[in-house]
């Protein structure tokens, strides 16, 4: 497996619609063990193939154990049903650094092929259905961005989301997420 790098606001396969998956082939399984892999080590819970400038209709989602028993690799993935609405603040692995609030429906019912190549019907409240609409909007070459209701707050916040991207494509920062400092304990004494 690798860790593939991440595209950010204003790469161009993040505004295009993405091609849907005909056939599973070893490319496609290899592209989604390489997205998994990617996710987690960028701490994210979800990501599509558009982040990382593969222009096919594939996401990954694990938001854990209290939504799911294990991650989803899903593939063509439509939202068939939706309730209610929640709101709260978002981010983006593409979008480095940005959370701002969010209006999402509150359940999703997405169908889609799996990694097996059957299809799947997947149910999601809170977390999870707020993750499965991202990352479908990320198929179809949308941005959470453009979902803020607060644009003088967005406006406020673009300019430093465009330099924290500049500083990541220099190498002045890293492109993964601070590990805050108990977690980085963590690690030090577990590895003792």
Not at 1 to 12: A, E, N, R
Request: glycine letters at 6%; proline letters at 4%; hydrophobic letters at 35%.
């Amino acid at each position: 497996m690798s860790i593939l790098t991440v595209k950010y606001k204003g790469s161009s396969v993040l505004n295009r619609e993405a091609k849907k998956i005909n056939a599973i082939t070893k490319d496609i399984v290899k592209l989604a063990e390489d997205m998994l892999e990617t996710m987690y080590t960028y701490h994210g819970v979800g990501l599509a193939a558009p982040q990382v400038g593969v222009s096919k209709q594939m996401i990954v989602v694990d938001c854990g154990d209290e939504y799911q028993k294990e991650p989803y690799v899903l593939m063509n993935p439509i939202i068939i049903d939706s309730k209610g609405y929640q709101e709260g603040d978002e981010g983006c692995l593409s979008l480095p650094g940005l959370y701002l609030p969010v209006k999402r429906f509150d359940y999703v019912a997405v169908e889609a092929v799996d990694i097996y190549g059957k299809k799947v019907v997947i149910e999601g409240r809170k977390l999870l259905s707020r993750c499965l609409q991202h990352e479908i909007d990320h198929l179809h070459g949308r941005l959470f961005d453009e979902l803020v209701e607060d644009k003088e707050k967005l406006q406020e916040e673009l300019p430093k989301l465009k330099q924290r991207i500049e500083a990541i494509l220099r190498g002045e920062i890293s492109p993964y997420p601070v590990i805050e400092k108990e977690e980085k304990e963590e690690l030090v004494n577990s590895s003792k």
